[in-house]
């Protein structure tokens, strides 16, 4: 396969990892002990952020931008747009990484997802400058090398609004503008195992789903998730940034959202010009027998 379809992918996995695996502690806000007029700050700081993570739980479209820096994948930067049901996508990603740079634009639709690697990528693939990979057949483990993308790419990054809530020094940084929106920052740190102990009341779809990302954080030797998180005066997510030290390097992830419940289009690659990995595999496993 290509290298450049290895770095683009590894820099979109890198980020969505950041992204989904966020979402992991869904944290319930504290029940103060206190008449509701006195209630502890940092229950009604919560109360703030439960607010828009609720929001986001309705959302059916959404766009953003990202940006940040991946261990050991160099830094990434770009712009997307989703529909949730039925799940749609469309972005646009650059990498930097050890002074080499590499361009993709991905498509997820009908459970499929495409990657344009350009002109370098035609190189590879006769003539043919998108890759299709089949989610379904990614997420039964095979041997394709990116089998981790098909079950992260298509994240909400919205959900990772909910885990801010049990970071335990929840605080509000201050009022701050974004694109020009006025919001309010808040800020806290959540380690993986209050994240691990806050799945004990999620159903067993939830608690698997999320168990894996945090396995995937861990391999990477994350021990905490920083996040910072902006919320405008409708208690939407203007912006959210994560952060945690890990032993390729930090991991550093701000996503800026741009719109909300608009109207997505997604349309596949003409056939043409696209290559299935899948059939590719099977044209290697022919050539070994």
Not at 38 to 66: F, I, W
Not at 247 to 267: A, S
Request: glycine share 12%; with cysteine; net charge positive.
């Amino acid at each position: 396969m290509h290298p450049l379809y290895r770095k683009a992918a590894g820099g979109l996995l890198a980020g969505a990892l950041l992204c989904g695996t966020a979402a992991c502690s869904a944290g319930t806000t504290p029940k103060p002990d206190r008449p509701a007029a006195q209630k502890p700050l940092r229950v009604t700081l919560a109360a703030a952020v439960k607010r828009a993570a609720d929001q986001n739980e309705k959302l059916t479209s959404l766009s953003y931008r990202m940006k940040g820096q991946v261990p050991g994948g160099g830094t990434i930067e770009g712009q997307a747009a989703m529909a949730l049901k039925p799940l749609a996508m469309r972005m646009k990603m650059k990498q930097k990484s050890a002074g080499e740079n590499a361009e993709v634009e991905i498509r997820l639709v009908g459970g499929v997802m495409y990657l344009n690697g350009g002109e370098k990528a035609a190189a590879e693939l006769g003539g043919k400058t998108w890759l299709k990979f089949d989610l379904s057949g990614l997420r039964k483990g095979g041997q394709d090398p990116l089998a981790g993308l098909g079950g992260q790419a298509d994240r909400n990054p919205t959900e990772d609004s909910s885990s801010l809530t049990a970071a335990k020094d929840l605080k509000k940084v201050g009022q701050e503008t974004v694109d020009g929106v006025s919001t309010t920052h808040y800020a806290g740190t959540v380690p993986l195992d209050v994240m691990r102990a806050s799945l004990k009341g999620e159903d067993a779809a939830t608690r698997q789903r999320r168990e894996k990302s945090l396995e995937k954080y861990e391999e990477m030797g994350v021990k905490a998730l920083t996040m910072d998180m902006w919320i405008d005066g409708n208690d939407h997510t203007k912006q959210f940034r994560t952060r945690a030290a890990a032993e390729k390097g930090p991991l550093d992830l701000t996503i800026t959202f741009l719109d909300y419940n608009k109207p997505v289009v997604v349309k596949a690659p003409p056939a043409s010009a696209t290559a299935d990995l899948a059939e590719m595999f099977k044209g290697i496993e022919s050539g070994q027998e």
